[in-house]
T-cell receptor, first 116, second 111 residues
């Protein structure tokens, strides 16, 4: 399909391990967002990529979190030395235009991360 | 900064009841407004949107009108169904800002 895809769909890891989460946005979408959604909670913004501009990292909760994006393609969210409070669903979304445009975000199915 | 406030629920209604989920916003520019829906076990999907004042977004029987004077974008449906049970998120995007989502409102519709 042509939607946003994320992998893995589920990840169980031990406290202290590093994890990498992947997002493949819709082809041609210049904007890409990562969010965290804890159980029963709303969306918590993490990071935003727009084209080749410097990413907006203002939502990253600690320096254990980082993300990269290759051009206008795939993005990887890395969490180092995972903690139990990192357990959540990590959602990726992409948008045709930059934030502030009229274009809606298209969401991937998410990666459910469980830290034991 | 920009923000979105919505009734947090949970909201429980009987089938065919009238639904209103309130959403108000604060934005420095002229935002575009959205309602997203998250069905159980699924990802978020766009329900409707409005990009300028007095616009009405509609989809699947849901409606919301962009009210600049009251900075609101309330979601309404005249007759809810069990299949409408989900979490509804109000969101905005404004010039130079990221998307801002409300906390979500859980709706349960009973048969």
């Amino acid at each position: 399909g042509a939607g946003v895809s994320q992998s893995p769909s589920n990840k169980v890891t031990e406290k202290g391990k590093d994890v990498e989460l992947r997002c493949d946005p819709i082809s041609g979408h210049t904007a890409l967002y990562w969010y965290r959604q804890r159980l029963g909670q709303g969306l918590e913004f993490l990071i935003y990529f727009q084209g080749n501009s410097a990413p907006d990292k203002s939502g990253l909760p600690s320096d254990r979190f980082s993300a990269e994006r290759t051009g206008e393609s795939v993005s990887t969210l890395t969490i180092q030395r995972t903690q139990q409070e990192d357990s959540a669903v990590y959602l990726c979304a992409s948008s045709l235009g930059p934030s502030g445009s009229k274009n809606e975000q298209f969401f991937g199915p998410g990666t459910r991360l469980t830290v034991l | 900064g920009d923000s979105v406030t919505q009734m947090e629920g949970p909201v429980t209604l009987s089938e065919e009841a009238f639904l209103t989920i309130n959403c108000t916003y604060t934005a420095t520019g002229y935002p575009s407004l959205f309602w997203y829906v998250q069905y159980p076990g699924e990802g978020l999907q766009l329900l409707l949107k409005a990009t300028k004042a007095d616009d009405k977004g509609s989809n699947k029987g849901f409606e919301a009108t962009y009210r600049k004077e009251t900075t609101s974008f309330h979601l309404e449906k005249g007759s809810v169904q069990v299949s409408d049970s989900a979490v509804y998120f109000c969101a905005l995007t404004s010039g130079g800002q990221n998307f801002v989502f409300g906390p979500g409102t859980r709706l349960s519709v009973l048969p």
